[in-house]
């Protein structure tokens, strides 16, 4: 992340595959980052998907929909509101667009193995053949050099893994 400018919220984004953990991640970071950094708000893709009642999950309107969620995240950043977007977000393209977009962009990537997410049956639209899943139907685009990026293998907890975060987060801004 570049220098945080402090006339605008920052966007944390927290991306991996589905069941990683990204949501539930985001909901413990939402009081310590509100606590520390200010006015903030926390949603997931999937509460983005129901708000909107975009059930479309082919690849090509995935880029069109990532696009509508960046320019609301703006809305709020440039309001000084800091947004926890927890979403997939393996697409190289929105990243790069978001960068673009977003002055205060926090990039934070759980990595996660999905032979270990499917056999654990995490999510169960991992078996829905009608839903384009990323690292089943999609080849994953992970990120390079995100800013933070956290190993879930299950065997810590979310909270655990949330502090470990937090402490990234401090060093960064």
């Given at each position: 992340m570049k220098k945080i400018k402090k006339n605008k919220g920052v966007l944390f984004r927290i991306?991996?595959?589905?069941g990683s953990g990204k949501t539930?991640?985001?909901?413990?970071l939402l009081s310590k980052i509100r606590k520390s950094y200010g006015p903030t708000i926390m949603w997931s893709g999937d509460d983005i998907r129901r708000i909107f009642k975009n059930r479309d999950y082919h690849p090509d309107?995935?880029?069109?929909?990532?696009?509508?969620n960046v320019k609301l995240i703006k809305y709020f950043t440039n309001q000084k509101i800091n947004v926890?977007?927890?979403?997939?977000?393996?697409?190289?393209?929105?990243?790069?667009f978001t960068k673009k977009n977003i002055s205060n962009y926090l990039e934070i990537?759980?990595?996660?193995?999905?032979?270990k997410l499917k056999k654990m049956g995490l999510r169960k639209f991992y078996k829905n053949k009608s839903v384009?899943?990323?690292?089943?139907?999609?080849?994953?685009?992970f990120p390079?050099?995100?800013d933070i990026e956290i190993?879930?293998?299950?065997?810590?907890?979310?909270n655990q893994i949330s502090i470990k975060i937090i402490d990234q987060i401090n060093k960064r801004l």
């Open positions: 991306s991996g595959l589905p539930r991640v985001a909901k413990k309107k995935r880029y069109k929909f990532g696009v509508q926890i977007f927890a979403t997939v977000g393996l697409d190289k393209k929105i990243r790069s990537f759980i990595r996660t193995d999905f032979k384009y899943v990323w690292g089943k139907d999609i080849k994953p685009e390079k050099n995100p190993k879930n293998d299950f065997k810590i907890s979310i």
